[in-house]
């Protein structure tokens, strides 16, 4: 049975696409990461939604392949983040970077996150610093109530920000020289926003605030974010010699475009054939605003072959060298129309032009002159969207998934402003506070606080009653309805993300005060789950249980409950309902503590069905543990294996390496044991002896179990 959330962490060790080696042919990958100071954070990623992004406090977007990412299992720009199907774990570019350009005393330049080429400290175009401080370090916030890190002014499930600036020529704390930076004077509010809504899960936005630090206006300001792209599938293909399934990964079967509707301007990216359905994702970036009131403000799109600086076949397409060529690239249109072999965007209209491994590039502007201390804000979204339909090539109707997505960031960045002008107009005040407010859009409710407790063949979920009195944000009206229970996909055939084990909802003749107007649900009411009284769990009450029963002991599970509203049928809005990702669980079900003592699987089989595709996530369970133990593990010879401390009370999974990638709860009495000796390595085909020591009684129980390989 899969996971809820089933990330296998084979999955997450290679979802990184590699930087690239500074050779012309490209073949092989930098060892060093993306990282400045000591202070540099670059661990932090979004995870609420399907898009995983990692996001550093010094302009760079997406991670390096380093023995760090390897060991978090960290992605760079991946969707769907949170599927269980392989095919649609995506990895869309290796890193990407924020780029500045403004006037400062007549003289054009550019503040560059990263360019094609940099890698690591000392070289060209890491250009944006914090002040080697911990304070400097991204710092988090959420919106969700239940949520430990929850702030009422947070903007989404997780906001993710921090500030930088471009002021240093030294890395801070250092000696070591930026080389050819020229800084505008400028620092970076940097500000990332993700939701877990099935229709807001596919993109994150990013908000740029611009300083002006300097004591002289800054002009011509200008705006970009510049992208490594590369679309591919580490399931399927990886970076390693022989490579994947598929083979080795292929930088050169990407090709980028740029879409341009009357309604939307989005730069994409995508694999040229797929991978026989292993990358059939695209990759997306837009502009949803800017505080610009310059009639001369615009999108601007660009791509250039990467580390490429001249380019007989095609010169238009170059990389910029220098500030001033970097401005003109950030302020000006490109001009493709007439290059034979290429469409107006600049694009190959013959797939087997597919070989070169092209640079994403959008950028937007003019903003307003900045007088010292004034400051402007650019937006942007990046966006994944999953292939429509069944064809071949880059056609309008295979990019309906990801405008869609596109199109759900705009309206939730326009919020109150309804046609997009930047203006409040008469009717679009729906919170009636007299200003144009970005970021109000319909919610559902909450999703309800959750605790899973796992037992002998069961688990049992308790939930609270925290949606029922939430506001609907638009009209500021309950409307809470009902709620869902999910748990990991009963039937892997069927490659469901989830499984709907039940529904309550609420009974209008029940409940008098909350009619039911609307039909949502089945009326069905909450008797079968309402608990007499309230139960205190962890220091939080709950009134509602729900039993999954009949589950087998060890196997890995998820669970989340949501809720549900009744929409609004006045402004055609549909039910809408909270994601199982704001509160899932995961749980293990097995044994009380006890002092019968057993292990299973005896005799334990690699690639038992629980276990994962990696040498860390193969499991042998041990049973009827005291709730204070400590486990020792000998070869027949004797020698110690591994020693294990077990405490029921913190137990969490914390010295396995689980599925889903992080804690889970688990029942008193079990332990899971990964098969890897003391120096982390594996162990052989034999019969095991091990010992149980009861740290309250000091009783000492023996066993043997069988490893088969």
Known sequence: MASLRFIPILVLLVCAVTLRAQSPVRDGKSGAPVRHTAADDSWHFTSEGNL???????????????????????????????????????????????????????????????????????????????????????????????SPL??????????????????????????????????????????????????????????????????????????????????????????????????RWNWYDNLNNFVQTPDQKVAISFDENGDDGWAES??????????????????????????????????????????????????????????????AQGVPVNPASATESWMLFLSCGPFETLAPGDSAQAVFAIVGGRWAGNYATDVPARRAN?????????????????DGDGFLDPGEDINGNGQLDHYVFPKPP??????????????????????????????GQKDFEGYRVYSSPKTAQLQENYTLLAQYDLDYVLEPNSPDTS??????????????????????????????????????????????????????????????LENQVEAYPGTPPSDRIGVYPNPYRVHAAWDGPGASQRMIWFQYLPARAEIRIFTLAGDLVDVIQHDAATYTG????????????????????????????????GLYMYSVEDKDTKKVKTGTFMVIK
Not at 205 to 216: E, M
Not at 287 to 311: C, H, I, M
Request: net charge negative.
């Open 52 to 146: 995983g992004l990692t996001v550093t406090n010094f302009g760079v977007f997406g991670r390096t392949f380093d023995a760090a990412y390897m060991t978090l299992g960290q992605p760079s720009c991946l969707y769907k983040l949170q599927s269980n199907l392989l095919q649609e774990q995506v990895e869309h570019f290796s890193y990407g970077g924020l780029w500045v350009g403004g006037i400062r005393g007549g003289i054009e330049r550019v503040t560059t996150g990263i360019q094609d080429g940099a890698f690591s400290a000392g070289e060209p175009g890491l250009e944006f610093t914090n002040t080697a401080s911990e304070a400097d370090s991204v710092r988090t916030r959420s919106s969700i109530l239940t």
């Open 519 to 580: 039909l949502i649900g089945f009326n069905t009411g909450f008797s079968a789950v309402q608990l007499a009284d309230s139960i205190l769990i962890d220091g939080y009450w709950y009134q509602y249980c729900f039993t999954d029963s009949g589950v087998l002991n060890g196997w890995p599970l998820e669970y989340a409950v949501t809720a549900y509203d009744r929409g609004n049928p006045t402004n055609n809005l549909p039910s809408l309902e909270s994601s199982p």
């Open 150 to 247: 929850f702030d009422p002014a947070a903007i989404s499930h997780q906001d993710l920000f921090c500030t930088f600036t471009d002021t240093a020529t030294y890395l801070p704390g250092t000696t070591i020289p930026i080389p050819d930076h020229d800084p505008l004077g400028i620092a970076v509010r940097q500000e990332v926003y993700c939701w877990n809504y099935p229709y807001a899960d596919a993109f994150s936005i990013l908000a740029f605030t611009i300083s002006n630090l300097q004591s002289t206006p800054l002009e011509g300001l200008y705006v970009g974010l510049w992208f490594d792209a590369s679309v591919g599938n580490m399931n399927y293909t990886n970076f390693e010699p022989g490579g994947g399934p598929g083979g």
């Open 654 to 685: 914390q010295d396995v390496n689980l599925l889903s990638g992080g804690e889970a709860v688990f029942a008193g009495g079990i332990h899971a044991w990964d098969l890897l000796n003391q120096d982390n390595q594996e162990i052989a085909t």
């Open 402 to 418: 990801l405008l869609l997505n596109a199109g759900w960031a705009q309206t939730i960045y326009n919020g109150e402003d309804a």
């Open 446 to 475: 909450p999703s309800p606080r959750l605790a899973v407790v796992p037992a002998d063949g069961m688990v049992r979920l308790y939930w609270d009653r925290t949606p029922e009195t939430a506001l609907d944000s638009l009209t």
């Open 282 to 343: 695209y990759l997306g970036v837009t502009v949803l605003g800017g505080e610009s009131k310059a009639d001369s403000f615009g999108v601007y799109y660009r791509q250039w072959p990467w580390n490429t600086s001249s380019s007989l076949e095609y010169p238009d397409w170059v990389m910029p060298t220098n500030d001033q060529e970097r401005y003109q690239k950030m302020s000006t249109p490109g001009n493709y129309a007439a290059i034979p072999g290429y469409n």
